[in-house]
Each structure stands twice: as C-alpha cells, then as structure tokens.
C-alpha cells in the first residue's frame, strides 16, 4: 500500500511540473511555483519576459567560483525580511525567480516573500548548478555568461 502511494505522489508531482521548453507563469499560490534550469536560461537567453532574479545566497556563496546570473539581485535570506520591509529594491508587480547555489535555501526565501504579499515567485530548481548541469548537458556555449567575480547588486 505504501509503495502503491509513494508512486501516485511522484506521478501527480511529475504531472505538476511544465513541459521541457515550455513557460509556466503560474504564481506561487497555485500549482507550480518551480522554474526549471532550461526554461530560465531560455528566457534570459531570449530576452522573453524576464523575471526579476533574487540570489539569496549568503555572500559567501555568491562569491563562489559558479558566479551569479546576470541581472540578478542579491540578498541573502536571512536579510529578505528587513530588505522587504525597508521597500529598498524588491518589485511587486513583476515575478520574483529566487535562486541559490543548490536550491536548498529557497523554499525559505519564497515563504518569506509570499507571507508579505509577493503573490509571482517562483524558485529556481536546482539552483546555480542546475543552470551549469543543463548548459553544459546541452554543450552550448554559454550565452549568458556566468561571471565568477561578483559584485553586490
């Protein structure tokens, strides 16, 4: 019964998630608040309906030699609270994509911003190395260039 469960719930996730190459612009409060590696880059790629892209790595990370992508904003989680209510840079009326290293710090990151009324935000499966995985996967030469000096945005 067990493995009979565990089954339908990957299905129905799987089901949950955009088709390879395909935009899904649901918000965060409905079903699928997850971007894939290849849909982001395709978008940056083609300048189609960019998103806001929020790192919320801690600064450390940012740092780090995998860069961050271009345009993005970065503040790390445990600043999100304080940088929301000082009204400093995060847009209301355009998607939020919330990127880390590996994906592990946003989940965090999108419940902060849903909790004080950001209803488009949407995280970024994989993180930074999902973007690396799929640019290299697909041997294309990266268009987006992914500096590995950073700098504060």
Not at 77 to 82: F, R, T
Request: proline letters at 8%; aromatic letters at 8%.
């Amino acid at each position: 019964m067990k493995g009979k469960f565990m089954a339908a719930a990957l299905f129905l996730a799987v089901c949950a998630l955009p088709a390879c190459g395909q935009k899904s612009s649901a918000p965060s409060g409905l079903l699928n608040p997850v971007i894939t590696a290849e849909e982001l880059v395709w978008r940056l790629q083609t300048d189609k309906d960019l998103p806001y892209i929020l790192d919320v790595r801690t600064a450390e990370y940012y740092a780090y030699p995998l860069g961050y992508l271009p345009g993005a904003h970065h503040c790390p989680v445990n600043a999100l609270e304080q940088i929301i209510w000082s009204e400093k840079f995060i847009p209301r009326d355009q998607e939020i994509v919330v990127v880390c290293q590996t994906g592990d710090l946003t989940p965090s990151a999108v419940s902060i911003l849903e909790r004080n009324g950001y209803t488009t935000v949407r995280a970024l499966k994989g993180g930074i190395v999902a973007v690396w995985q799929f640019l290299s996967a697909t041997a294309t030469s990266p268009s987006i260039p992914l500096p590995r000096n950073s700098k504060k945005h």
